[in-house]
T-cell receptor, first 111, second 111 residues
Framework: DTAVSQTPKYLVTQMGNDKSIKCEQN?????MYWYKQDSKKFLKIMFS???????INETVPNRFSPKSPDKAHLNLHINSLELGDSAVYFC??????????FGNGTRLTVT | QQQVKQSPQSLIVQKGGISIINCAYE??????FPWYQQFPGKGPALLIAIRPDVSEKKEGRFTISFNKSAKQFSLHIMDSQPGDSATYFC??????????FGQGTTLQVKP
């Protein structure tokens, strides 16, 4: 009964490939996020969706495309992967200003 | 531009001691200041949060001190325990809902 679940937990792929990370929340929250945590543990917001509508889009390469089929899901698709994309990607959700609930992350390694 | 600056980067404390982590922010529009705790392989989890209308908030061994005029806030962990060893992030948000994180502090509590 994990509140925010991400799959896969680990993703190892080669440069140039396209990959997706899935996220689902069962908390009934209306807002979902993607955060990137780099090797120095710095957390930076990438995107935010509210009821399937994009509301925050930070300066992220357009190789990254979020997709929200419904308000319980927010997937992240990455095209033409680069070495610098290696990081841990966290999905999170919140509801009407409530604290963010994070998933346990997807560690992406690009070789 | 780092809107939330956190220090120290790492901290070693003896069991039973007090751990103190400091944060400073620049944007006066911020009105919500949470602290998150992250264990290895897990996502960040909300520890305690404060709004600028109070100068201190205490929950168990964890206390946030807030200085609005100095634009600074800090986390105090009293009677630190080895189980408190984790990475701690301060954060700040305005009514846009976008949470800006500090750089993180890795705390090690020695038995």
């Amino acid at each position: 009964d994990t509140a925010v679940s991400q799959t896969p937990k680990y993703l190892v792929t080669q440069m140039g490939n396209d990959k997706s990370i899935k996220c689902e929340q069962n908390l009934g929250h209306d807002t979902m996020y993607w955060y990137k945590q780099d090797s120095k543990k710095f957390l930076k917001i990438m995107f935010s969706y509210n009821n399937k509508e994009l509301i925050i889009n930070e300066t992220v390469p357009n190789r990254f495309s979020p997709k929200s089929p419904d308000k319980a899901h927010l997937n992240l698709h990455i095209n033409s992967l680069e070495l610098g994309d290696s990081a841990v990607y966290f999905c999170a959700s919140s509801h009407q200003g409530s604290p963010l609930h994070f998933g346990n992350g997807t560690r992406l390694t690009v070789t | 531009q780092q809107q939330v600056k956190q220090s120290p980067q790492s901290l070693i404390v003896q069991k039973g001691g007090i751990s103190i982590i400091n944060c400073a922010y620049e944007n006066t529009a911020f009105d919500y200041f949470p602290w998150y705790q992250q264990f290895p392989g897990k996502g960040p989890a909300l520890l305690i949060a404060i709004r600028p209308d109070v100068s201190e908030k205490k929950e168990g061994r964890f206390t946030i001190s807030f200085n609005k005029s100095a634009k600074q806030f800090s986390l105090h962990i009293m009677d630190s325990q080895p189980g408190d060893s984790a990475t701690y992030f301060c954060a700040a948000a305005s009514n846009t809902g976008k949470l800006i994180f500090g750089q993180g502090t890795t705390l090690q509590v020695k038995p």
